[in-house]
């Protein structure tokens, strides 16, 4: 066997740890993708169901009706939200992030969608008017856009599955008789 024949065996093995290497750092990458997005959904889940976050997402609720009024608006335009209005801030921080998480990929669209689209769309739609009337107000396009785009997402999502996220065509469980008052609002429906 000639030196050349050896060398391009050489190369050849070389050129087989290499690309198996490469393979190997590639699975790797995705189960610390995988590890990353458990986290982050562990991290967010967590924060929703927190007292303080289910607090604060009460009074981002109750904080609606009230936003016709002037004095309310005048303060929600302020460039400092001031410190009563730190809840609606801390919903909108939070969800802004999660858009981010979602945009880039961290979060999978999907998961983020079966599992907190409801309380994404209801926070959006409680926040838009403060959000867009700050923007204009204050000259800041950005601000929550990425909560608005993870609202965006959600709401494509529950267009897409009108009835939940189960499975089409997959068995369900049989249903319990129905309470009698809950037979009886259906009765008054139908």
């Known amino acids: 066997m000639t030196a050349e024949w050896v060398t391009a065996i050489a190369t050849a093995g070389t050129f087989v ?3 198996g290497s490469a393979i190997a750092a590639l699975a790797q990458i995705r189960h610390l993708r995988s590890s990353n997005q458990i986290a982050a959904l562990n991290e967010c889940r967590e924060t929703i169901q927190s007292p303080d976050f289910q607090a604060a997402e ?7 009706p009230r936003l016709s009024d002037p004095a309310v608006q005048s303060a929600l335009l302020e460039d400092f939200i001031a410190k009563e209005y730190a809840p609606m801030r801390m919903i909108a921080n939070f969800f802004e992030n999660m858009g981010v998480f979602v945009k880039n990929g961290i979060i999978d669209r999907e998961i983020a969608c079966d599992l907190w689209q409801g309380v994404v769309l209801r926070n959006w739609d409680a926040i838009a008017p403060i959000a867009i009337n700050r923007r204009v107000a204050l000259h800041i396009e ?12 959600c709401k494509q999502w529950a267009e897409e599955h009108p009835h939940g996220g189960y499975p089409r065509g997959a068995r369900r469980m049989p249903h319990p008789d129905l309470w009698p008052l809950v037979r009886e609002a259906e009765q008054r429906n139908t």
């Open 17 to 19: 740890v290499i690309a």
């Open 58 to 64: 009460q009074f981002v609720l109750d904080l609606a």
């Open 142 to 153: 950005p601000l929550w856009e990425n909560f608005e785009y993870l609202a965006t997402v």
